[in-house]
């Protein structure tokens, strides 16, 4: 049984141009400068840099990195996709330190490079879940501490709030980064259906926006209610461990600005796991699918640390 990591996109730097411009211009060469398609030649030449293109239309080179979460890297292509392999298959995440020991890259350029590809990562799918009647799964949890924010003795004040949404029918997750109730209640109207029925805990503020929605259920995990019938919120709870665990466990801890990032990783991975016959290769090749137009630069990412 060969490893899924001897395929030859991952060691030679041809065979990885030819991977990724498969997936990214399905139907040929598109010019990133003018969006031309036609008039388009592959340069050859020993002195010409691997992958280059030139469009007769505008007159100037591109490569398919242009554009997307690999332009302006040093790192080889082929090192790129060994990355977003380990990333795409590590259920709880993989740290920067673990990625610079196993590609041998630095450190910085390992951190940078994982938040390009959680960029990446990002999907920005606006379809409402719960269409059809469909049962969603909405709750909230706390992790991490905000910056200069003292422990109280009581509450959940000086932590991030995440709020996730599970729709049982796709098996599809969202995770968002909140700030208190009202944003709460904007995010679950605008993405649920209003013929969903809306799976809470017993917290008040979901009875205002329950209202909102063909049916409201609530379990009382106060009174260690859990499960009543179908009612539950244990599904979006697994997902909030998975998270959680890779999170305190792998990361460690998490700037409040970059949460969002982390949050696209490990929605991406729920929403496209093995259960929904997504293997890590195919999950690999949806990050693919998400890298033109999300160029991020070191600077303005470290500069929101």
Known sequence: MASKLSSPHFHNEDAAFAYVEARVWPTGPVCPHCGGVERISKMQG????KGLYK??????PFTVRMGTIFESSKVPLHIWLQAMYLVAGSKKGISSHQLARTLGLTVKTAWFLSHRIREAMREGDLAPFGEGGGAVEVDETYIGRKAGRD?????????????????????KSRF??????????????????????????????????GREFAEHSAVHHYNKEYVRGDVTTNTIEGAF?????????????????????Y????????????????????????????????RLTYETTAARA
Not at 177 to 183: L, N, P, R
Not at 247 to 256: F, I, K, L, S, T
Not at 272 to 291: F, P, Q, W, Y
């Open 55 to 60: 469009c007769y239309q505008c007159r100037k």
């Open 46 to 49: 020993k002195s010409t840099r």
């Open 176 to 209: 968002f980064h909140v700030d208190g109730g009202k944003e709460i209640q904007g995010i679950v109207l605008e993405n649920l259906s209003r013929e969903a029925r809306l799976m809470t805990d017993e917290h008040i503020m979901y009875r205002r926006i």
């Open 241 to 261: 461990s998975i998270f959680k665990r890779g999170m305190r466990g792998v990361y460690q801890h998490c700037r409040e600005k970059h949460l969002h990032r």
């Open 263 to 294: 949050l696209a990783e490990f929605e991406f991975r729920y929403s496209h796991r093995e259960a929904h016959g997504v293997d890590d290769t195919a999950r690999a090749d949806r990050i693919l699918s998400g890298i033109v137009g999300k």
């Open 151 to 171: 422990i109280p003795k009581g509450g959940w004040g000086h932590k991030m709030t995440v709020l996730g949404l599970v729709d049982r029918e796709s098996g």
